[in-house]
């Protein structure tokens, strides 16, 4: 999906058993083989490659056309010199002399008859490769990635929830077949109704980590398919020791098996793992019993007996013991209402076994009398803004309980990302994450593409997990009530950043029928204090972006000055995200929060007390940071959920 690389396949045996090429018989005139570039390409200077088979001495030309007109953008000639004895690989550099206007065009293999002596030529893994993100070899798009990087991410959770399980035997996710030299990689059926290359592997999402300067989460398969097939527990243990190799891959050295592989295959640097799941939604599919009896515990207890520092998180929260101190993955898809409701979701959770949200996303409008997903109804083609606020509510839900949260990604794919990581919180991201345009399975997704990097968008979740994620605390505040009403309308937390000496308010406003006016003081911020505060809004709580359209998100910001007893006062419309930050100067502390440095152990660290841990201030006595305004209880939070008004503010009813 962020690689543009283009395998035209036909009925013939290829470079492994799971690989297939294009076989060309020869005309007099000669012949071509014409792919249309995955729906079109913009062109740049692009490097790639092909495989020969059959016997043929002569010139093959590489071209960059245009469907709609006779247009050739450039061209080179690639000398050739194949043999029917095996497969051999060229490379080439194409640099079109002109820009394509527009992405319909093709890329075409030509070449000469008289050079090909045995009738027909097969070609396989036909690639073609703009510039990559950093220059990576075997890389991503530059324009996607720099869209995640704007995201301000933490991890990358990888490879993916059912990309990773399969649908059925044997098409689990074999890391081993992912590794080296693409022409050994055989590939496999997807999850998602496509064949997958995985010229995407294991090695390629570490330095896609390394890229982004972000945490791998690693899911190991944990002997549960997508259709039900479960692993007896006779047989677990070759699954669990399928998960120590790839450890030891990863992180061994030469004088250990896989690591010398790894060594020998051009990657002489260790990968730091601290974070392992295993396996994906096992609360599924009947797998939930086996998990619970035999299949976590058995992973668990081999992976933290080699490796002690590794957290291990459980692939769902419906456990009861959790073995060891492991985390959950807690996973939410739903209507916004029901996220609102769940702000208070943590409150009671222990931070005993951390939980990472390894995928939300708001999926269909409310409806009433149906608080929840429908996965058989229709969708909404793009995430929405009333959605997206209701999932700021949850979110700050989970960062105001930071302590008990390891982080948050949006959505599920073979691409998820997080955010929230000690020491410090930030926020999330959505699955799937990127859809492409021209060809996809899900909706919503979080950024939408064509082969025009211009066409790119940027969705209302993209825009309101930026805003918060980019805002860190590296410790959350204790906070006084002085208002009457429930929970809601307004939804809050306040923290500080020991980094820049900031205090920091976020808060979501859902439902209410007007204007929420807001005073707030934090201990030790003096009156005159300048604060600056940036609201999100839109003027439609069912607009979405989408190609071609003008961006439905509004941004505004304002300087804000504390008054004589200390005390910002605004306020917030309804449907708006707001982050307030104070000025201040930098002091000693944790670090950036959610930037834990590459190489650092798991959540295990912060457990013991190797600095700052998440959320280390609770809420309680004190008064770190008092707010005065509608929709906040004295002293502390409701538990019995949201606050729903009624009357003109009520989207109760929003609808497609």
């Known amino acids: 999906m962020l690689r543009q690389t283009f395998i035209a396949l036909s009925a013939l045996s290829g470079l492994t058993r799971a690989q297939q090429a294009l076989n060309l018989s020869v005309a007099?005139?000669?012949?071509?083989?014409t792919s249309?570039?995955?729906?079109?390409?913009?062109?740049?200077?692009?490097?790639?490659?092909?495989?020969?088979?059959?016997?043929?001495?002569?010139?093959?030309?590489?071209?960059?056309?245009?469907?709609?007109?006779?247009?050739?953008?450039?061209?080179?000639n690639v000398p050739v010199s194949s043999t029917k004895d095996g497969w051999t690989q060229y490379n080439y550099t194409l640099t079109p002399s002109t820009a394509a206007p527009n992405s319909n065009n093709s890329f075409i293999l030509t070449f000469d008859a008289a050079s090909a002596t045995d009738g027909s030529l097969d070609f396989n893994l036909i690639s073609l490769f703009p510039p990559t993100y950093k220059n990576r070899e075997n890389g991503n798009r530059a324009d996607l990635?720099?869209?995640?990087?704007?995201?301000?991410?933490?991890?990358?959770?990888?490879?993916?929830?059912?990309?990773?399980?399969?649908?059925?035997?044997?098409?689990?996710?074999?890391?081993?077949?992912?590794?080296?030299?693409?022409?050994?990689?055989?590939?496999?059926?997807?999850?998602?109704?496509?064949?997958?290359?995985?010229?995407?592997?294991?090695?390629?999402?570490?330095?896609?980590?390394?890229?982004?300067?972000?945490?791998?989460i690693l899911a190991v398969w944990s002997g549960l398919y997508l259709d039900g097939t479960i692993i007896p527990n006779n047989t677990i243990d070759t699954y669990v020791q399928y998960a120590l190799d790839e450890l030891e891959f990863l992180m061994g050295d030469a004088s250990t098996t896989y690591g010398a592989q790894r060594i020998a295959l051009g990657y002489p640097d260790p990968f730091q793992i601290n974070y392992v799941e295993v396996g994906n939604e096992d609360n599924l599919n009947n797998g939930l019993e086996s998990y619970q009896d035999y299949r976590l515990p058995a992973f668990y207890d081999a992976i933290t007996s080699a490796y002690p520092n590794i957290t291990i998180i459980a692939s769902t929260i419906a456990l009861d013991p959790f073995p060891g101190n492991s985390s959950g993955d807690?996973?939410?898809?739903?209507?916004?209402?029901?996220?609102?409701?769940?702000?208070?979701?943590?409150?009671?959770?222990?931070?005993?076994?951390?939980?990472?949200?390894?995928?939300?996303?708001?999926?269909?409008?409310?409806?009433?009398?149906?608080?929840?997903?429908?996965?058989?109804?229709?969708?909404?083609?793009?995430?929405f803004w009333i959605g997206s606020v209701a999932e700021c509510v949850f979110l700050i839900g989970a960062e105001r309980n930071a302590d008990k949260i390891i982080g948050a990604s949006y959505v599920r794919c073979p691409l998820e990302f997080l955010t929230f990581r000690g020491p410090v919180t930030n926020l999330s991201f959505?699955?799937?994450?990127?859809?492409?345009?021209?060809?996809?399975?899900?909706?919503?997704?979080?950024?939408?593409?064509?082969?025009?990097?211009?066409?790119?968008?940027?969705s209302t979740s993209w825009h309101t997990v930026s805003f918060l994620s980019s805002t860190r605390m590296t410790s959350t505040l204790p906070i006084t009530n002085n208002a009457t009403a429930a929970?809601?309308?307004?939804?809050?937390?306040?923290?500080?950043?020991?980094?820049?000496?900031?205090?920091?308010?976020?808060?979501?406003?859902?439902?209410?029928?007007?204007?929420?006016?807001?005073?707030?003081?934090?201990?030790?911020?003096?009156?005159?204090?300048?604060?600056?505060?940036?609201?999100?809004?839109?003027?439609?709580?069912?607009?979405?972006?989408?190609?071609?359209?003008?961006?439905?998100?509004?941004?505004?910001?304002?300087?804000?000055?504390?008054?004589?007893?200390?005390?910002?006062?605004?306020?917030?419309?309804?449907?708006?995200?707001?982050?307030?930050?104070?000025?201040?100067?930098?002091?000693?502390?944790?670090?950036?929060?959610?930037?834990?440095p590459w190489g650092t152990e798991g959540w295990k660290m912060w457990k013991n007390g190797e600095g700052l841990r998440l959320g280390e201030k609770k809420y309680g006595d004190g008064c770190d940071a008092a707010m005065v305004g509608q929709g906040c209880a004295k002293g502390g939070w409701s538990p019995s959920g949201h606050h729903r008004q009624s009357g003109p503010g009520d989207h109760r009813g929003s609808h497609w």
Request: aromatic content about 12%.
């Open 145 to 216: 990635m720099e869209a995640l990087a704007g995201l301000n991410p933490s991890f990358l959770r990888l490879p993916g929830g059912n990309n990773l399980e399969g649908n059925d035997p044997p098409y689990l996710w074999y890391w081993n077949e992912t590794i080296g030299p693409l022409k050994d990689r055989p590939g496999r059926p997807g999850t998602w109704g496509y064949e997958n290359t995985d010229g995407l592997g294991l090695i390629e999402y570490l330095y896609w980590c390394q890229d982004l300067g972000i945490e791998p």
């Open 487 to 596: 929970v809601g309308p307004v939804y809050y937390v306040a923290g500080q950043n020991s980094n820049t000496g900031s205090s920091i308010f976020k808060a979501a406003v859902y439902n209410s029928t007007g204007d929420v006016p807001i005073s707030i003081a934090f201990d030790g911020v003096a009156a005159g204090t300048k604060a600056n505060l940036t609201v999100l809004t839109s003027d439609d709580p069912s607009a979405y972006n989408q190609p071609g359209s003008d961006n439905v998100v509004n941004t505004q910001s304002t300087s804000v000055t504390a008054d004589g007893n200390g005390a910002f006062s605004f306020s917030l419309p309804d449907l708006s995200v707001a982050i307030l930050e104070t000025e201040g100067s930098a002091s000693s502390g944790a670090g950036e929060q959610g930037k834990i």
């Open 430 to 458: 959505q699955a799937p994450t990127f859809q492409n345009l021209n060809s996809y399975q899900w909706v919503p997704d979080m950024i939408s593409y064509t082969a025009d990097p211009s066409e790119d968008v940027m």
């Open 28 to 33: 007099s005139s000669g012949g071509n083989a």
């Open 36 to 76: 249309p570039l995955q729906y079109g390409l913009m062109f740049e200077d692009y490097k790639g490659s092909f495989y020969v088979h059959g016997t043929y001495n002569g010139t093959i030309t590489a071209s960059l056309v245009s469907d709609l007109a006779n247009t050739t953008f450039g061209s080179v």
């Open 330 to 383: 807690y996973h939410q898809y739903t209507r916004p209402d029901f996220f609102v409701s769940q702000f208070n979701f943590f409150d009671n959770y222990t931070s005993e076994h951390p939980i990472l949200i390894g995928e939300y996303a708001t999926l269909q409008p409310n409806a009433p009398g149906n608080p929840g997903a429908n996965f058989s109804a229709p969708r909404p083609p793009f995430p």
